[in-house]
């Protein structure tokens, strides 16, 4: 287990899941701060994670669907093609990612390539520079299967919570997606 830090802790634990969010540059108001003293991590997350979820503004380059299947796509393929983890759950959202994964190796060399790939991809159509993705992303390990279940429930609603969609299974760039729906 490594633990790292910038703005944030960030844990490397092989083969237990983890919880990771990752957002694109510039999605949350410049200086929007979300952790002050005696607020907890989780209500910090989901503070920010409410106002991503209700952004009408900045970037929102994950609601076209060319630059949702890629992102779905390269998470699928990290999985089945690239062997890096074993994927349970995702959303990609107009401005941000949920994933729950159990990582076969380190975040650099799993997380890092799936951002830089998307972000290379998504920049060639959307016809632009500069970054992408916000540098620093959020996870959580996961630590009993309660709380993996209450996450994995987080992740495919959220569609649901952001007014997106009905249900679930209606999301095309989630887990939970069900074409009969």
Known sequence: MKL???RLPHWDVLGRPVFVTYRLYGSLP???VFRAKGVQTGDAFVAM?????????????LRRPDIAEIVVGALRDGESKLQRYALHAFAVMPNHVHCLVTPYMAARRWLGPLKGFTSYRASRILRRTGPFWQDESYDHLVRSDAE?????KYIEL???RAGLVGSAGEFPWSSAYSPGE
């Open 4 to 6: 790292s830090e910038r």
């Open 158 to 160: 959220n569609p649901v």
């Open 30 to 32: 410049a200086g929007r």
């Open 148 to 152: 993996f279940r209450r996450i994995r």
């Open 49 to 61: 994670d409410r106002v991503l979820d209700n952004a009408r503004r900045g970037p929102l380059f």
